[in-house]
């Protein structure tokens, strides 16, 4: 790892931090994708009639049991069996998106159970209905509990994103393996490279999720158990 | 709450847009010099050139999707890409499952060792040995096919992408790689003193561009004569003097001074033209 080699890698920084932006795109999107799709299937493995119940837990138990570069595969080759090809980075929001979703849906589901079993029963004294009672008390109180399990998801899928390789996205990984492949002494200090910038991405993204705790933490409460 | 979701699923499925008369070309874009990124992020290289040119001359648009080699196959099969080019060896398994245009270029294999490790082709081929190849190449083929299924009890070691197989071969792990010629040529430059050729195996392999079965798309025709319009003008060994036997900096300063000539002015004779004579200026 001589020093010419590594300045080649800095002279192309560029390239690798446009990588990464692929990367951010993708996390938007699977976060986004499976956070939404978490809370729906949190609440009804919680609070849902028995046979939602028992299709949130199939769900759950499906997705978090497949292996993520397989289930990245299958979504990408599978549509277009039918005709319908859809692109490395749609495959892999949908494919990495409802892994996440899965995951999300135990953590927020914890974070539910979480909650005193009082709280429902007395919104419900107040006249709220069930859905209501989970939407105003009991999701709010969840979501507070459920962001060091949150951080630790977030963690894991920022570098999951690099997977999407596999499927032909041009992000961070493609193009430190293409500093290699352009000239092969160049590999390791891009994938150092590389590697530092995701420890970056994950202290800043996990510092930014620190200040939203402290913010949300209601003094006392936490603590009165 | 729930609307989001369906927003997000509608936009998702909206993605997959498709324009008219536009094929897409899979690469594994990490095998110079037939393909591969230069410093400044662009796809270029042999196959990747001839695909352009090609388009240009039958009229129709191409888009570059970079893919794991050994996706490419299953992506044509799935239709999700509708050309590989990314130097296939035309082989009767492949040719099973996908249809090939004629071949458009020969290479041998040849087997790379450390410089300091005193092997040459006969020792570095012995029952015992660690070969290394990258996963779906003839190479890893020619090691199953020629050593292993003849009692030759190497053990193949199989990589990703080639520079892994090179990474591991300097590190001690194997004790050789096998590979295409001109990729293996080009990672001996790179590592000068420590990577020796020890033989060329002569595989006398042809390459060939691949669509799916039964080429439902007709491609194929309009592949064979554009690369018969290249052959006769002389844009062929134009592409074939610049790409080869050069150092990659040359060609991409090359490629970057002439590129317009093929996209914007859409002339691909007179890029051809231009790509070799400036590696040749540069050269000097």
């Known amino acids: 790892m001589a020093l010419e080699h590594w300045l080649k890698v800095w002279a192309s920084l560029p390239v690798l931090l446009q990588g990464l932006s692929v990367n951010l795109a993708l996390l938007g999107g699977l976060l986004s994708l499976g956070f939404v799709l978490g809370i729906v299937f949190a609440v009804l493995e919680v609070y849902g009639p028995?046979?939602?119940?028992?299709?949130?837990?199939?769900?759950?138990?499906?997705?978090?049991?497949?292996?993520?570069?397989?289930?990245?595969?299958?979504?990408?080759?599978?549509?277009?069996?039918?005709?319908?090809?859809?692109?490395?980075?749609?495959?892999?929001?949908?494919?990495?998106?409802?892994?996440?979703?899965?995951?999300?849906?135990?953590?927020?589901?914890?974070?539910?159970?979480?909650?005193?079993?009082?709280?429902?029963?007395?919104?419900?004294?107040?006249?709220?209905?069930?859905?209501?009672?989970?939407?105003?008390?009991?999701?709010?109180?969840?979501?507070?509990?459920?962001?060091?399990?949150?951080g630790n998801e977030f963690a894991v899928v920022l570098k999951d994103t690099t997977l999407a390789y596999a499927v032909g996205v041009v992000e961070v990984m493609f193009h430190a393996r293409s500093l290699g492949a352009r000239e092969m002494p160049l590999t390791l200090p891009a994938y150092i490279t590389v590697a530092l910038l995701f420890l970056g991405l994950t202290y800043a993204g996990l510092s930014l999720l620190g200040v939203v705790e402290k913010k949300l933490r209601i003094p006392g409460l936490e603590a009165r158990r | 709450m729930r609307n989001m979701g369906v927003a997000v699923a509608v936009v998702l499925l909206c993605w997959a847009g498709l324009a008219a008369e536009k094929f897409i070309v899979g690469?594994?874009?990490?095998?110079?010099p037939f393909e591969w990124v230069s410093a400044k992020g662009d796809y270029l290289g042999f196959d990747l050139d001839v695909m352009r040119m090609i388009a240009v001359l039958e009229g129709y648009e191409i888009e570059i999707q970079a893919i794991a080699f050994d996706s490419i196959i299953p992506a044509v099969i799935a239709g999700q890409i509708d050309i590989g080019a990314s130097g296939f060896t035309i082989t009767a398994?492949?040719?099973?499952?996908?249809?090939?245009?004629?071949?458009?270029?020969?290479?041998d294999q040849m087997v790379l060792v450390r410089a300091d490790s005193g092997l040459n082709i006969i020792t570095a081929l012995m029952p015992g040995k660690k070969v290394g190849a990258q996963r779906g190449t003839t190479g890893a083929f020619w090691v199953e096919d020629n050593l292993i299924a003849q009692g030759v009890a190497v053990e193949l070691v199989l990589y990703e992408t080639y520079p892994e197989a090179i990474m591991d071969l300097l590190a001690g792990?194997?004790?050789?790689?096998?590979?295409?010629?001109?990729?293996?040529?080009?990672?001996?430059?790179?590592?000068?003193?420590?990577?020796?050729?020890?033989?060329?195996?002569?595989?006398?392999?042809?390459?060939?561009?691949?669509?799916?079965?039964?080429?439902?798309?007709?491609?194929?025709?309009?592949?064979?004569?554009?690369?018969?319009k290249l052959r006769e003008t002389g844009a062929w060994d134009n592409l074939v003097s610049a790409y080869f036997g050069n150092p990659l900096e040359v060609i991409e300063a090359a490629w970057e001074a002439c590129i317009s000539i093929l996209t914007v002015e859409r002339d691909p004779v007179r890029y051809a033209a231009c790509l070799a004579a400036k590696v040749q200026e540069l050269r000097k």
């Open chain 2, 173 to 228: 792990r194997i004790h050789a790689v096998i590979q295409d010629q001109a990729p293996s040529e080009q990672a001996v430059r790179q590592y000068p003193g420590q990577l020796l050729i020890a033989g060329i195996i002569k595989t006398y392999e042809e390459f060939g561009f691949l669509v799916a079965k039964g080429d439902p798309k007709k491609i194929l025709p309009r592949i064979e004569r554009g690369m018969q």
């Open chain 2, 27 to 32: 690469s594994d874009i990490a095998w110079p």
């Open chain 2, 93 to 107: 398994e492949r040719a099973q499952v996908v249809d090939f245009s004629s071949p458009y270029w020969v290479s």
């Open chain 1, 50 to 150: 028995r046979p939602l119940r028992f299709f949130a837990s199939l769900y759950s138990w499906l997705f978090r049991s497949i292996p993520e570069i397989l289930l990245l595969l299958l979504v990408w080759l599978g549509p277009s069996r039918f005709g319908k090809p859809i692109t490395g980075f749609t495959a892999a929001v949908i494919a990495l998106g409802l892994r996440s979703s899965a995951y999300q849906a135990q953590i927020f589901r914890g974070a539910l159970q979480a909650v005193p079993a009082g709280q429902m029963l007395a919104a419900r004294a107040l006249g709220l209905s069930k859905l209501q009672a989970v939407r105003h008390v009991l999701l709010p109180q969840a979501f507070r509990l459920s962001l060091a399990g949150w």
